[in-house]
């Protein structure tokens, strides 16, 4: 694991101490780079000494792009900040001024923000020799910006040493080639180039503009051993033909509960992988990563302060206290980060079930029907248990006499739809409701259930929950 902040290095001085770096790649859709160029190369058009302590945004549309400029930055720029693909250009002069800002570093044109004052630097995966030596000035911050939907998003800090504390660098025998369905300027994704940049591995990236079949043919052809998705990547993937592709080592799921269907239909598809679920979140970093195949974790987790991360429930939401979270909002308005005791409230719900606890659902994603409590992952853990089912969503709808009904979408699996591609039967559709009425309270059962041909997923990989 990386060291105490008394032991200082960079991403860069990390990845050439992993070794064998003219023999490891990322790859993205269109091309690949070899990480020993960076010894004698840069992918920027400005100097390590120019860049030296800059408060800089990465606003790259490719990632290729991004992850060489994170590897160069780190341990220079007193600050990055790492700008998602999906995040409203009408956030940037909050972003800029928030962060103080003075470099932009991008491969288009540089964002329009009126009245500001800023250097901008151009990234290419076309390298420029350079003399400059990356040295380790500072410990940068990361700066991980939230979806900002409702409004501003908020900017959590990290350092390399938070962010990657979890990673265990090890010289592999074996070549390991990393993927994710993940973009990396999100903390999922930004976890797994850490992981294959830390651990002596290559990655291959992932593109918005592929299918999700085209990605696993190319994920495929680089015979990718690890690959890291949320189960929704997940479900889509196990409806591509191409998912039999694949031959992956090690599987990982998170960015959203993994339910015991998901869990159980990765298994059965890749039989002899090691399939991890974990828990993880921007503020709070990574919790926990569970092997065993079942739903949920271990009771034995939480109150036990044995291990480097500490879990507590507290009015039903998981709390969590390590050196991995964050350790702060940026922004003198910005809320506090932790409670007096030094946890982040991941504002995820649980629920003990005997001796393991299980997610129920998110604390501001609850539906009110009637003056009741229902967490549509609940009822979307029940339907997605039918073995005809591939995935499903849940939502409210207006009802002048409660508030609010749930309705349900559901996709059907392939191997059980009809010649259209998909079907949803009244046989199908009839059992679903009997499964449902058999499990949950009667205001938990959708009033309706609608067979579709696939659902939204957003840019962070999880379902889009919009309104009914």
Same mark, same amino acid.
């Given at each position: 694991?990386?060291?105490?902040?008394?032991?200082?290095?960079?991403?860069?001085?990390?990845?050439?101490?992993?070794?064998?770096? *003219?023999?490891?790649?990322?790859?993205?859709?269109?091309?690949?780079?070899?990480?020993?160029?960076?010894?004698?190369?840069?992918?920027?058009?400005?100097?390590?000494?120019?860049?030296?302590?800059?408060?800089?945004?990465?606003?790259?549309?490719?990632?290729?792009?991004?992850?060489?400029?994170?590897?160069?930055?780190?341990?220079?720029?007193?600050?990055?900040?790492?700008?998602?693909?999906?995040?409203?250009?009408?956030?940037?002069? *909050?972003?800029?001024?928030?962060?103080?800002?003075?470099?932009?570093?991008?491969?288009?044109?540089?964002?329009?923000?009126?009245?500001?004052?800023?250097?901008?630097?151009?990234?290419?995966?076309?390298?420029?020799?350079?003399?400059?030596?990356?040295?380790?000035?500072?410990?940068?911050?990361?700066?991980?910006?939230?979806?900002?939907?409702?409004?501003?998003?908020?900017?959590?800090?990290?350092?390399?040493?938070?962010?990657?504390?979890?990673?265990?660098?090890?010289?592999?025998?074996?070549?390991?080639?990393?993927?994710?369905?993940?973009?990396?300027?999100?903390?999922?994704?930004?976890?797994?180039?850490?992981?294959?940049?830390?651990?002596?591995?290559?990655?291959?990236?992932?593109?918005?503009?592929?299918?999700?079949?085209? *990605?696993?043919?190319?994920?495929?052809?680089?015979?990718?051993?690890?690959?890291?998705?949320?189960?929704?990547?997940?479900?889509?993937?196990?409806?591509?033909?191409?998912?039999?592709?694949?031959?992956?080592?090690?599987?990982?799921?998170?960015?959203?509960?993994?339910?015991?269907?998901?869990?159980?239909?990765?298994?059965?598809?890749?039989?002899?992988?090691?399939?991890?679920?974990?828990?993880?979140?921007?503020?709070?970093?990574?919790? *926990?990563?569970?092997?065993?195949?079942?739903?949920?974790?271990?009771?034995?987790?939480?109150?036990?302060?044995?291990?480097?991360?500490?879990?507590?429930?507290?009015?039903?939401?998981?709390?969590?206290?390590?050196?991995?979270?964050?350790?702060?909002?940026?922004?003198?308005?910005?809320?506090?980060?932790?409670?007096?005791?030094?946890?982040?409230?991941?504002?995820?719900?649980?629920?003990?079930?005997?001796?393991?606890?299980?997610?129920?659902?998110?604390?501001?994603?609850?539906?009110?029907?009637?003056?009741?409590?229902?967490?549509?992952?609940?009822?979307?853990?029940?339907?997605?248990?039918?073995?005809?089912?591939?995935?499903?969503?849940?939502?409210?709808?207006?009802?002048?006499?409660?508030?609010?009904?749930?309705?349900?979408?559901?996709?059907?699996?392939?191997?059980?739809?009809?010649?259209?591609?998909?079907?949803?039967?009244?046989?199908?559709?009839?059992?679903?409701?009997?499964?449902?009425?058999?499990?949950?309270?009667?205001?938990?059962?959708?009033?309706?259930?609608?067979?579709?041909?696939?659902?939204?997923?957003?840019?962070?990989?999880?379902?889009?929950?919009?309104?009914?």
């Amino acid at each position: 694991m990386l060291q105490s902040q008394g032991d200082l290095k960079s991403l860069w001085s990390l990845v050439r101490s992993s070794g064998h770096v *003219f023999e490891r790649k990322i790859w993205d859709a269109r091309t690949s780079v070899s990480l020993g160029d960076l010894t004698r190369a840069s992918s920027l058009d400005s100097t390590a000494e120019e860049l030296c302590g800059s408060s800089v945004l990465v606003a790259t549309q490719d990632q290729l792009a991004a992850a060489l400029t994170l590897i160069e930055l780190d341990g220079n720029a007193r600050r990055i900040v790492l700008w998602p693909p999906d995040l409203s250009l009408d956030h940037a002069h *909050f972003v800029m001024a928030t962060a103080e800002i003075d470099t932009i570093v991008s491969d288009r044109p540089a964002i329009a923000v009126g009245g500001a004052n800023f250097r901008s630097v151009s990234a290419s995966i076309e390298f420029v020799r350079t003399d400059s030596e990356r040295s380790c000035h500072c410990q940068t911050e990361w700066i991980l910006l939230t979806s900002g939907t409702t409004g501003a998003p908020k900017m959590v800090v990290h350092t390399l040493l938070s962010l990657a504390g979890a990673i265990a660098r090890q010289k592999i025998r074996k070549p390991v080639i990393w993927s994710t369905f993940y973009d990396i300027r999100r903390y999922g994704g930004l976890q797994i180039l850490l992981r294959a940049l830390l651990d002596g591995g290559s990655l291959v990236l992932s593109s918005s503009a592929e299918s999700t079949s085209d *990605f696993i043919t190319r994920a495929a052809g680089h015979r990718v051993t690890h690959i890291s998705g949320t189960p929704s990547h997940w479900r889509r993937a196990l409806m591509s033909p191409s998912a039999r592709q694949l031959a992956p080592q090690y599987v990982r799921l998170s960015g959203e509960i993994a339910d015991q269907s998901i869990l159980d239909s990765l298994r059965s598809f890749y039989e002899g992988t090691r399939i991890v679920h974990a828990f993880a979140s921007t503020e709070g970093g990574l919790a *926990f990563d569970i092997d065993d195949g079942l739903a949920g974790f271990p009771a034995s987790l939480v109150n036990n302060r044995k291990g480097e991360v500490e879990l507590k429930v507290e009015d039903g939401s998981l709390r969590v206290r390590s050196a991995r979270t964050a350790s702060r909002y940026l922004g003198t308005t910005a809320e506090t980060l932790t409670d007096p005791d030094g946890f982040v409230d991941t504002r995820d719900l649980v629920e003990l079930r005997g001796d393991r606890y299980y997610f129920v659902g998110r604390r501001d994603g609850v539906i009110n029907v009637g003056g009741q409590k229902v967490h549509p992952e609940e009822i979307e853990d029940v339907i997605n248990r039918h073995p005809c089912v591939q995935m499903s969503l849940v939502k409210a709808r207006r009802s002048h006499i409660t508030g609010a009904v749930v309705i349900a979408d559901v996709v059907v699996k392939l191997e059980a739809a009809g010649t259209n591609g998909w079907c949803g039967t009244e046989e199908l559709r009839r059992e679903i409701f009997q499964t449902c009425r058999r499990t949950l309270a009667p205001y938990k059962v959708p009033a309706t259930i609608r067979f579709v041909p696939s659902l939204d997923v957003a840019a962070s990989g999880k379902l889009a929950r919009l309104g009914a």
